[in-house]
């Protein structure tokens, strides 16, 4: 356990923004918070990063949290020196940790790809530019834990790939946890391991990436030379299969073995020329659970 | 805290607008001195120009003094732009995620500030006592006392400045506080006027009338005649000026630093350096309106009125004291705000 938040509560005024929250993040996840606007996730991260503190509840953290640097973070919008360069705002995060200058400085900005953005000032930058700086200030100092609020917003399409690749290489090559929240759902089941769904203050599910790919029945979708025969066949031996037509295809409902189906079609000298399965994604699970709170 | 410490002079260093004000600060003096030798040179017309040592230590404060005039002044503009510019950017909350408290971070913005305060006094009274002793005017510290008294202005600027530190970082919009600041700085000279024109308490009065009493018999007259009416000392405006000399630093501009238009009288007498501060209502014309009290006793009996008149070594320390207590003041309340606020 890197991070274990039990019964957090965040009150403005008369409104209850977090009504008893518990989470528990563990060391390598990337955690992904999964919820619709006002749903209290950036309220969670400014907990977590020591921005806020909650009105109740308490966390604990499974690192020395009073040493400077072992969170960085990305929360709501970049925090930077308008007026300075990037590489000056990198150092100004420096200063900030206590680190000496050094060479590491222009290999951070080499990793976020803003290395020839030379005096030019931060204020300057795109949308896109001032989030990758951004992610660069947040991973001074080799941070335990990331928290990164919508860090792809506003990317281009190869930025939010360099970013997602950034990421998962922080993660596994550096053993970086990182709690992430994105409105791009896609995006999200690509980079994170374990998600928490938050909806009006509440924690109402967290799972893993497993528990989401195995939460519906899987579904492979087979096209053939002869669907009519390799359906009966399928039948025959004891897979539920069903013929679906235009353009034909045999699908196979549950997890099945490719090899035996493979084995089947190759006796019976059927062609397969596509097979694909199908697993439950985020945007499908996500709406099952908030929806399912939501009628509940 | 050593950190942020490091980052805010840093980022002064880094920033071109405080060397800017720095460099016009020690600039001022300068011209002031050049300005005046100038005008010299014309009315001397090349004769020889001979200055006496009273002259020469009133000029040499004349020259160094004013900085507390315009450093408030630059600083009410500066401090509250530059500090908000950590809440417009939002680098404050790199601050608070890198780990570091509140007490740090308000500290360290207070402790920098301060410090960029005092550089700027500094600055001004070296070239201001550099430019001096090359003029023509030469420079008089008075043994080194007039840097002592020097000092008292810097730390009431000190405290100053911690106010205007104290509201950048409690006030988000970085407008407000510094509306806030230019509005306090304004106010200088008319709380100033205000507060020593009430600096006298019952006590002084008591001893003036003894004395007044004194010499009206003296003089043949018979002082139950002439009594002194002290409802008309300790009126409304009593009771809203004294406790504003008593409480703050205000009154230091008028006890202080010496108009410009008395160099233009330009005789030995009314250009002294003096050794001590006239406390008493009685020289004010505006005093003697209100009072319709005649003027009976001159500067040499007023000088024998307990409290009348006070050694600068005492105005000082009662300064320096009431600087300390205000930062104190400023410090502790700005940091019971800042505590509890949303940094976002």
């Given amino acids: ?296 | 805290m050593v950190e942020l410490l490091k980052f805010e002079f840093y980022r002064l260093y880094k920033s071109k607008l405080s060397w800017i004000i720095l460099g016009v600060m020690a600039l001022l003096p300068v011209l002031a001195v050049v300005a005046l030798s100038l005008i010299v040179l014309y009315v001397s017309r090349g004769q020889d120009f001979e200055i006496e040592a009273e002259q020469s230590r009133f000029l040499t404060w004349l020259f160094i003094s004013y900085f507390y005039k315009w450093v408030p002044m630059v600083l009410a503009l500066f401090i509250p732009l530059f500090v908000g510019r950590d809440y417009r950017d939002g680098f404050i909350r790199n601050k608070l995620t890198a780990g570091h408290t509140r007490m740090q971070i308000f500290g360290a913005a207070v402790i920098s500030k301060a410090t960029y305060a005092a550089a700027l006094c500094i600055a001004y009274i070296t070239t201001g006592l550099i430019a001096s002793f090359i003029s023509p005017f030469g420079a008089d510290i008075n043994g080194g006392e007039m840097l002592v008294r020097a000092f008292s202005l810097m730390l009431s600027v000190i405290a100053t400045s911690v106010l205007f530190t104290v509201l950048a970082l409690i006030i988000k919009n970085r407008a407000v506080p510094v509306i806030l600041s230019v509005l306090f700085v304004m106010s200088f000279g008319v709380a100033s006027t205000l507060a020593t024109t009430f600096a006298y308490d019952h006590a002084m009065i008591n001893d003036y009338e003894r004395i007044r009493d004194k010499k009206i018999d003296k003089m043949g007259y018979d002082p139950d005649e002439m009594e002194l009416d002290k409802d008309k000392f300790f009126n409304f405006g009593w009771y809203i000026g004294h406790p504003i000399f008593v409480m703050t630093n205000a009154g230091m501009q008028d006890e202080f630093i010496t108009g410009t238009t008395s160099i233009m009288i330009l005789n030995a007498e009314s250009l002294q350096y003096s050794d001590e501060i006239p406390r008493h209502p009685f020289n004010s014309l505006v005093t003697t309106l209100v009072t319709q009290e005649m003027n009976f006793l001159d500067e040499k009996d007023l000088k024998k009125v307990d409290g009348a008149y006070v050694s600068v070594g005492t105005v000082e320390l009662q300064y320096n004291i009431k600087s300390v207590l205000w930062t104190a003041v400023y410090f502790g309340a700005g940091y019971a705000l800042f505590r509890k606020k949303n940094v976002f």
């Fill in chain 1, 1 to 296: 356990m890197i991070l274990k938040a039990t019964g957090l509560c965040k009150n403005y005024g008369s409104k209850q923004i977090l009504k008893d929250v518990n989470i528990t993040i563990n060391k390598g996840d990337i955690y992904g918070l999964v919820g619709r606007n006002g749903a209290g996730k950036t309220t969670i991260m400014r907990i977590m990063t020591g921005l806020q503190v909650p009105t109740k509840g308490n966390i604990e953290y499974g690192y020395e949290r009073g040493r400077l640097g072992t969170t960085g973070a990305l929360v709501e919008l970049p925090s930077i020196y308008a007026n300075k360069s990037a590489e000056e705002n990198i150092k100004f995060q420096y200063l900030n940790l206590g680190l000496k200058f050094d060479d590491s400085i222009k290999e951070l900005l080499t990793l976020v790809g803003l290395e020839n953005t030379g005096n030019k000032k931060a204020g300057k930058f795109s949308l896109g530019m001032r989030q990758r700086l951004g992610i660069a200030i947040a991973m001074v100092g080799d941070p335990e834990v990331l928290v990164l609020d919508e860090p792809i917003n506003g990317l281009d399409p190869q930025g939010i790939i360099e970013v997602r690749d950034l990421l998962i290489k922080l993660n596994r090559e550096k053993g970086i946890t990182i709690v992430i929240s994105s409105h791009i759902l896609s995006e999200l089941s690509k980079l994170a391991t374990r998600f928490g769904f938050i909806e009006d203050g509440k924690m109402i599910r967290e799972c893993t990436s497993y528990d989401i790919e195995h939460a519906g029945e899987k579904l492979m979708i087979i096209k053939s030379s002869n669907v009519q025969e390799f359906n009966a066949l399928l039948n025959a031996n004891g897979f539920k299969s069903e013929l679906i037509s235009n353009p034909d295809k045999v699908t196979i409902h549950g997890e099945v073995d490719i090899i035996d189906i493979a084995m089947i079609a190759k006796n019976a000298g059927i062609k397969i020329t596509d097979l694909r399965t199908v697993e439950t994604d985020l945007e499908e699970f996500y709406v099952d659970v908030v929806g399912g709170m939501n009628h509940g």
